[in-house]
Each structure stands twice: as C-alpha cells, then as structure tokens.
C-alpha cells in the first residue's frame, strides 16, 4: 500500500537533489562565461561608463568654466599688452541663456549616470537622459563656439578669445566622445551580451562620486583664491589644478598670508582626494582590466597549444583513459595523464602572464609618449607668442609630465592654460599606471638581476653560487625547450605542502573572522559526533562525521589564503585532495572529457557558449564533465584559485550538511513511531494510534488489538 506522507518526502528530495544540480550547472555556465566573453564587451559593459563616470564631471567643471567668463576681450596695444590682460567683451545675453542650458543638461546627465551606477535609477531610465543630454550640450557648445569664432567679430580692433572660450572646445569634445561611448554600452545591453546593470566593485562604483568631488573641491578652492588674492577666476583654476597635481610651476602663488595660511589644508585635502581618484582608476586598469585580458589571453594561448598538440600528433595525450589497454599503450595512468595537462596549463599560465605584464607596459607605455609629445605640440603652438621652439615644449611638458615643474618655462596664453589643465588631468594617472606596470615587468627584471650578481659576488643568499648556476641553466634550458613542460611550475608548492616566502595578506576582514570561528566551532561539533558515532559501532555515520570534519578543516585552511599578493596557486597534489573532497576522483575518468580547442558562444547574445559536445548528455549528468586544459578548466576565467575551491568547498559542505539534517530528521521521525508502538494502549490512545495508522498499518493495529 502506498504511503502518501513518503510519496510526498521523495518528491521533495527529488525537487531538491534536481534544483542542486541545475545551480551547479549554471555556476559551471557563469565560470565558462567569464572568459568566454569577447574581451570588447568587457569594454562596452564596464570600462566606456567608468570613462564616463570619470570625464563626465570633469566636462561640466568645464562648462562651469566656459561660463563664468565672458568668451572674447580686446587686446590692448602697447608694451606689456597681451590676451591674458585684455578688455572684457561682454557677451550676448542669448549667448549666456544656450550657455547655461547646455550646463544644466549636463548635470541632469552626470546625475542621472550617478544615480544608475548607485542602483538608484534603473538602466532604462538612465541611459537615455545621460546621452541625450551629453549629446545636446555637445552640440550646442559646438554652435556657440562656431558662431562666437565668425559671427561675433570686431572690426578694427585686435581681439582675443578667452580661456573660456578653450574651456568650452574641450566640454564639447568630452561630451561628444562619452556620449558615444554610452550609446555602445547600450547596445550591448539591448543586444544581451550583458545584462543592463552595472556590475562594478566599490571602487568603481564611487569612482564617479570621486571625480566630482575632486572637481568641486578644485573650483571651490579657485573662487577662495579668487576672492584673497585678486587674480581672475580661470587663473585661480590653473592655479588650484597645479598646486593639486603638485607640478608646482610658480606662475601664480599666494602672495597674502591669508592665501599662504588657506593653502596648508586645502593642499592636503586635494591631495588625499586626488589619491582616492587614481586609487579608483587604478582598480580599473589594473585589476578589473588585467583580469579580463589576462584571461582572454590565456585562452588564445590555449588554443595555440591544443592546435600545436593535435599538428604534431599528441592529442592522445588529451584522451581520457578508460581502460588497462590505453593506458599501457600511453605509458601513464589516468592520474598521471591529469597531471600532465595540470602542468601544460600552468605553463600556458606562466606565459600568457608574462607577456600580459609587458603588453600592459607597451599600451600605457605608449599612452603616456603620446601625452608627453602631443602635449608638448600643443603648447608649442599655443605659446608662440613667447617664441618657444618644438624642443622647449618637450622639456615642459616632461618637467610637468613627472610633477617636477621647474617654473621656467610657463603659460601665458589664454589657449595654452586651459590646455595644460585638462592635460595635466590626463597626465598623472597616467603616470601612475606606467609606474605600475613597471613595477611587474622592468623593476622585478632589475630586482633580479640585482639580487643574482649579489649572489654572485659579495651577499651569497640561501643558495651556494654553484646551486644558483644550476638552477639559471635549468630554467635558460626550459625556456628555450618550449614544446615540452616544466616539471614543476613553482619553487615551492603553496597551501598544505609549503609556504612561499613572498607571499603577502592583507590580513582577514570581520567578516571572514566571524566565518572562522563559525567554522571551527562546527568543526569540533563534527569530532564529537564522530567520536559518539565510534562508541555506537555506527560505521556509517563515523565516517560522514569524519568528511564534513575534512571539509570545514580545508574551508578554514583555505580562507587563510584569500587576498594573498600575488594570489595563492595551488600544485597538482593539492587540487587532486580538493577535488575528491568535492566529489571528484582524478583516477577516474568519468568526469573527464577531451580537451576542446575552440569554444564558440552561439548563445552568445543569451550569455549560453557552445560546450563543444552538443550531442552528449552532460546537462543530464551530476557533474559536468571537463579537462585542465579545457574551457572549463578552474585555472581558466577571472577568479582566483582560492576563492574557486572556497565556493566549491561551501556548495559541498552544504549538501553535506543538508543531507545530515535530513537524515536526522528522518531517523527522529523513525524512532517517535517505534516508541508510539511501543507505548501501552489504552481505550483513548489506541483509538488515536488506529486513526493515526489506519492508512499504512491498519491490519498490524487490528492484530495487536
């Protein structure tokens, strides 16, 4: 007879063991996806509204500037008369009304991209205020300064255009050019190769809120320098953009000692957002975008490999070994096999990080050359007034390039101050992002060498002279054997089997603290139990006790390796122990597959890449199956290993644990009707026990009656 209250328990097992499986698989999909993605959509979907958040207030403290001053003056004749002391023009009152509409539709555009980075105002709301309204300031800049350049021209005298005229050709050019931008991310978000929001960290997140911090502290500071010291108000903006900068020209400095005793703080203050600025941008160059390079260039040279592999007739090697025969035939078992394609990918790894390092040098390398020279072209043809020559723009831009700022040569024009403004604004993240991409490549190199003619000659390190010579024609031998791997891929193998010496932490945050003490806290309740389960003879239960100890032990070891610098990699021996603790046996081939060489996303618009084996059934498997070498592969995508095996470790864990409670919960329900039969009946309680039982065991109850 069938048990409705059991029918019911196994169809809710069976509803949670299916739900397991499709939040593995769909986790399997997002870590596919990660570095699946093309490498242009990364920029559409997170650095074009970074570059937007970052130059869209720096625009409108342009159009505050393009404002503020009356656009032409008169150039008065004489010695000492020049553009930068001129006679105001005032300006056409229709001119001032589009001035300040283009400058109050601007601001209705950064605060409405502000508002969506801060999940405060929904993508489809948002995007279309920001480029319409970026789009129409950009264009009615462009009219006005079209028509102030040939429509409002005075005959007979010698007029000159202000700085906020310059001001306003840049606000005009930003706006167009972030405007452009946003209109790709929007389509990529339409197209479905993203989702419409912005997934970025904190950093990136107030990298906007920073900039217009910084841009509002700037010219707050100028119209306090304005007021004290009497200069005009865009003086006071060059003034205040290089003090904070810290280039430190000369031109203008504070000559009360009000001015002197305001700049103490003011400077430190700009300082210290100026850093929380780069700080931000840095993230994004740095981080988010060497992460998603990097991976994509390790999958180029994946493919390089596989391809060279199956050219010279070792894919073989690729196939898993399902029987004695392959693997005799091999000459290795299927661990070992494993193993091998471990070690290919840790060499892919190797290679594709080295030449991410210098390709990352070459493009800021060559960003901050293009500053530096068409920074100094621009000043030479702004300043020929002074006479400078081609050669004396190059030195100041390169004194001012590197914060040096000797004062000698400086500006004077009405042209070249705006210029150097927004330049410098350019300049010194810039800067700052080469200083960090030499920091992985050219100084490690002289670290090195350093550190081996030390060796050498008079400060021996850990290794005698004769050691050390060995181990550089090892790795000058590997190095020019590149069809075979390495035989090891690290000195020293990190995690349970050893330590690297280098290795840094940023030390555990609250929250990890309080998940530790969680952990271990479970932990000896699982020793307990295990030891009770031992006194009970309980096998079974002894030994799941022994497991779920295992894996919280490995959850708390692995937590102590989050946040390391450079980011923790474990050897082969270490991910084997990883994987069987999830489930996985490296012996055996069942989970494994070949080695795809291209994974192509014919999903792609729906976020779902083509596996490569359309006509296998993995989605219908437990666990899908994968290789080291493959796109499914754990060293492959964005995410550090720990923080890989630390989510996997938590998924089994709860599994287990879930599983235990179950289990738990059945055998209590099992024992309370043991002890119901168990109990002497009585007219009352037998009548109960007959309703209770009449569907399942009526006839026992009639029996014992």
């Known amino acids: 007879m069938n048990d409705p209250g059991l029918d019911e328990s196994i169809q809710k097992q069976s509803s949670k063991v299916e739900q397991?499986?499709?939040?593995?698989?769909?986790?399997?999909?997002?870590?596919?996806?990660?570095?699946?993605e093309p490498s242009r959509w990364w920029f559409a979907s997170t650095a074009f509204p970074l570059l937007a958040g970052t130059f869209g207030p720096m625009a409108s403290a342009f159009s505050v500037c393009a404002l503020v001053e009356n656009w032409r003056v008169i150039v008065p004749h004489g010695p000492g008369g020049n553009e930068a002391h001129g006679i105001d023009i005032k300006d056409p009152g229709w001119l001032l009304a589009i001035n300040t509409i283009q400058l109050v539709l601007a601001l209705t555009a950064n605060l409405a991209l502000l508002l969506n980075m801060a999940r405060r105002l929904s993508f489809s709301i948002a995007q279309p205020i920001t480029i319409v309204g970026w789009f129409i300031s950009s264009f009615l800049l462009i009219a006005l300064v079209v028509t102030a350049t040939y429509s409002l021209k005075l005959p007979g005298q010698d007029r000159a255009l202000t700085q906020a005229f310059y001001y306003a050709i840049i606000a005009a050019g930003l706006y167009f050019i972030i405007a452009t931008l946003m209109c790709v991310t929007v389509y990529g978000a339409y197209k479905g190769h993203y989702t419409q929001e912005f997934k970025l960290t904190m950093s990136q997140r107030t990298l906007m809120l920073q900039t217009v911090s910084f841009m509002v502290y700037m010219l707050a500071g100028a119209a306090v320098f304005y007021r004290v010291e009497g200069w005009q108000y865009l003086d006071s903006v060059y003034f205040t953009n290089y003090t904070l900068l810290t280039v430190g020209i000369g031109d203008y400095a504070p000559q009360t000692h009000l001015g002197r005793?305001?700049?103490?703080?003011?400077?430190?203050?700009?300082?210290?957002?100026?850093?929380?600025?780069?700080?931000?941008?840095?993230?994004?160059?740095?981080?988010?975008?060497?992460?998603?390079?990097?991976?994509?260039?390790?999958?180029?040279?994946?493919?390089?490999?596989?391809?060279?592999?199956?050219?010279?007739?070792?894919?073989?090697?690729?196939?898993?070994?399902?029987?004695?025969?392959?693997?005799?035939?091999?000459?290795?078992?299927?661990?070992?096999?494993?193993?091998?394609?471990?070690?290919l990918m840790r060499q892919i790894q190797d290679h594709a990080s080295q030449r991410q390092k210098w390709n990352a040098l070459f493009i800021s390398g060559s960003a901050w050359l293009v500053l530096w020279l068409v920074g100094a072209v621009v000043f030479w043809k702004?300043?020929?007034?002074?006479e400078w020559s081609y050669f004396g723009a190059v030195y100041f831009a390169y004194t001012s390039l590197l914060t040096i700022g000797?004062?000698?040569?400086?500006?004077?024009?009405?042209?070249?101050k705006p210029a150097f403004v927004f330049w410098s604004l350019l300049a010194v993240p810039t800067l700052t992002i080469v200083i960090s991409n030499m920091g992985d490549t050219i100084v490690k190199a002289i670290r090195d060498l350093t550190n081996y003619l030390g060796e050498f000659t008079i400060l021996p390190g850990e290794n005698p002279t004769k050691q050390r010579a060995k181990q550089l024609l090892t790795s000058v031998s590997s190095r020019l054997g590149k069809d075979e791997p390495r035989e090891r891929m690290m000195d020293e193998p990190p995690g349970m089997l050893g330590e690297k010496e280098e290795q840094g932490n940023e030390g555990p945050s609250r929250e990890a603290i309080a998940t530790d003490r969680l952990a271990g806290a479970v932990e000896e309740d699982e020793i307990e139990a295990a030891g009770e389960a031992e006194r009970r003879g309980d096998e079974v239960s002894k030994d799941a006790h022994e497991y779920h100890y295992q894996l919280i032990r490995e959850f708390r070891n692995v937590m102590q390796h989050l946040n390391e610098t450079p980011p923790r990699r474990y050897t082969y021996e270490e991910w084997a122990w990883f994987l069987k603790l999830m489930g996985e046996d490296e012996d055996n081939q069942t989970s494994h597959r070949k080695a795809p060489i291209n994974v192509r996303g014919s999903g792609e618009a729906k976020g779902e890449p083509d596996m490569q084996q359309g006509t296998t059934d993995d989605k219908e498997r437990e666990k899908l199956q994968w290789s080291w070498l493959g796109n499914r592969s754990p060293l492959m995508g964005e995410v550090d290993e720990p923080d890989w095996v630390l989510e996997r470790l938590?998924?089994?864990?709860?599994?287990?644990?879930?599983?235990?409670?179950?289990?738990?919960?059945?055998?209590?329900?099992?024992?309370?009707?043991?002890?119901?039969?168990?109990?002497?009946?009585?007219?009352?309680?037998?009548k109960t026990l007959e309703q209770q039982e009449q569907n399942g065991e009526g006839g026992e109850t009639s029996t014992s009656k």
């Open 20 to 36: 397991e499986r499709k939040e593995e698989y769909e986790l399997e999909k997002e870590d596919e996806q990660a570095f699946l």
């Open 382 to 386: 702004a300043e020929h007034a002074q």
């Open 650 to 686: 938590s998924i089994t864990l709860e599994k287990e644990l879930k599983r235990r409670h179950d289990e738990e919960r059945r055998r209590k329900r099992e024992a309370e009707k043991d002890v119901a039969k168990k109990v002497p009946s009585s007219s009352g309680s037998s």
């Open 261 to 343: 005793a305001l700049l103490f703080p003011y400077a430190i203050g700009g300082i210290v957002i100026l850093g929380l600025v780069v700080g931000s941008i840095r993230s994004l160059v740095l981080e988010r975008g060497k992460k998603k390079l990097g991976s994509r260039m390790i999958e180029k040279k994946r493919v390089q490999l596989l391809k060279k592999m199956y050219k010279k007739g070792q894919h073989h090697k690729l196939t898993p070994i399902s029987s004695d025969e392959m693997a005799n035939e091999l000459g290795m078992t299927e661990r070992e096999r494993r193993k091998f394609e471990f070690e």
């Open 406 to 416: 000797y004062g000698d040569y400086k500006n004077f024009s009405n042209s070249g």
